[in-house]
């Protein structure tokens, strides 16, 4: 059973910061592509940062100079650091898992986790 489950969300405050974790079984993350994605409500899905089996690491621009991605193989971990949060930063924040090999398609992703920004 493959899963990916998110945690460390919810309520923040602008220009403070995030950290989120996720955390898989059922598959190894060595061999994943991993990436953090999120959704505002009413907006479309966007990737945040994505960290590659070979070691590359690309943020978008809207988080590029102030988030982290790291992985933790090992442990099967993945987590996104977000600071100077901004208002549009607030989403529910996507965990996903992607490789390809012999011909097949592996791509899983976990429930989400809310970041909220605070009133």
């Known amino acids: 059973q493959v899963q990916l489950v998110e945690s460390g969300g919810g309520l923040v405050q602008p220009g403070g910061s995030l950290r989120l974790s996720c955390a898989g079984s059922?598959?190894?993350?060595?061999?994943?592509?991993m990436t953090w994605y999120r959704q505002a409500p009413g907006k479309e899905r966007e990737l945040v940062a994505t960290?590659?089996?070979?070691?590359?690491?690309n943020y978008s621009d809207s988080v590029k100079g102030r988030s982290t991605i790291t992985r933790d193989n090992a442990k099967n971990t993945l987590a996104l650091q977000i600071d100077s949060l901004k208002p549009e930063d607030p989403a529910v924040y996507y965990c996903?898992?992607?490789?390809?090999?012999?011909?097949?398609?592996?791509?899983?992703w976990g429930q989400g986790t809310q970041v909220t920004v605070s009133s």
């Open positions: 996903s898992a992607f490789s390809r090999m012999l011909g097949r398609t592996f791509e899983y």
């Open positions: 960290s590659t089996t070979s070691g590359s690491i």
């Open positions: 059922g598959l190894t993350f060595r061999i994943f592509d």
